[in-house]
């Protein structure tokens, strides 16, 4: 069961700008580092984002992230059909000494 | 280049065991944490487990503590997941993934392995 809350959906045009949310609390987000990632069923996910804001190299700059308090924002512009995917935020939980992802957003492409 | 390699998937009965494995090129792996990660059917992305890079520690999902283990070999650059006392809930794509170093995000991934778990 995941404790970090995702919106089930987004939707934007090619070329516009989405960004996805991703809730927790203190013993999670709130106390620890944010990562992001993209996830094709039956495909190996990708790490896009981490310690919040960071990119791993080859993540294009059209991806960015942050964090305020409890919750944290993964920004996509320059949308591409490509980047139709599953996307889930992932943190560790300093009380359930897990690590925990949200519950996934779909990305659509219009 | 990183890759990872998950094996060891199957069919198996409910309350069985079955170990999967992971084998990793392209990294020193004594340096590297490892986690092990599961999609069900139609669901999303669950942590299951990790284990230090020495294997000194390990931590685990509530929904498999006490159930699955997580070792490692790092003198034979292997690392396992024995799965015991299966449950029909289990069925899902396991995925290794290498630990980034930093606020255990989760870096290279492999392919992924089935386990069914099924009367």
């Known amino acids: 069961q995941s404790v970090l809350t995702q919106p089930p959906s987004v939707s934007a045009a090619p070329g516009q700008r989405v960004t996805i949310s991703c809730s927790g609390i203190s013993s999670n987000i709130g106390n620890n580092f944010v990562s992001w990632y993209r996830h094709l069923p039956g495909t190996a996910p990708k790490l896009l984002i981490y310690?919040?804001?960071k990119r791993p190299s080859g993540i294009p700059g059209r991806f960015s992230g942050s964090k305020s308090g409890t919750s944290a924002t993964l920004g996509l512009t320059g949308l591409q059909t490509g980047d139709e995917a599953d996307y889930y935020c992932g943190t560790w939980d300093s009380s359930l000494n897990a690590y925990v992802f949200g519950t996934g957003t779909t990305l659509t492409v219009l | 280049q990183v890759h990872l390699v998950e094996s060891g998937g199957g069919v198996v009965q409910p309350g069985t065991s079955l170990r999967v494995s992971c084998i990793t090129s392209?990294?020193?792996?004594?340096?590297?944490?490892i986690h092990w990660v599961r999609q069900a059917p139609g669901k999303g992305l669950e942590w299951v487990a990790f284990?230090?890079?020495?294997?000194?520690?390990?931590y685990y999902a509530d929904s498999v503590k006490g159930r699955f283990a997580i070792s490692r070999d790092n003198s034979k650059n292997t690392l396992d997941l024995q799965m015991d006392s299966l449950k029909v809930e289990d069925t899902a794509i396991y995925y290794c993934?290498?630990?980034?170093?930093?606020?255990?995000?989760?870096?290279?991934w492999g392919q992924g392995t089935l386990v069914t778990v099924s009367s």
């Open positions: 392209g990294i020193v792996f004594r340096h590297y944490a």
């Open positions: 310690d919040n804001d």
């Open positions: 284990i230090w890079h020495d294997g000194s520690k390990t």
């Open positions: 993934a290498t630990d980034r170093g930093s606020g255990w995000s989760q870096e290279h």
